[in-house]
């Protein structure tokens, strides 16, 4: 059994560093989206498609603090157009993945 769990916990540690390594692409992603929406594209969906996995996945991978920032730019992104207090969510969520 012991033997079990240590390949469980081997398993596990491999798709958090995974998911890890691929945070940063989604987070420049999220960066360009957010640009090219200040730059009038119509990529609201997008970003908030991206941002959504983010919530919803980070938790899974131990990453509990990028999960809860991204869930904070999800609420942003959906209750308000506040270009100020979206930046600022991006800008937490971003800091949050650097921890």
Known sequence: MSDDREELHRALAGMRAEYASGLPAK?????????EIGAGAPKHEDL???????????????????GDAALHLEEALTSSRDSALIGRAIARLIDASRN
């Open 48 to 66: 908030l498609r991206v941002v959504h996995s983010i919530a919803g996945a980070a938790g899974t991978f131990g990453l509990a603090e990028v």
């Open 27 to 35: 987070l420049a992603l999220i960066e360009s989206l957010w640009r």
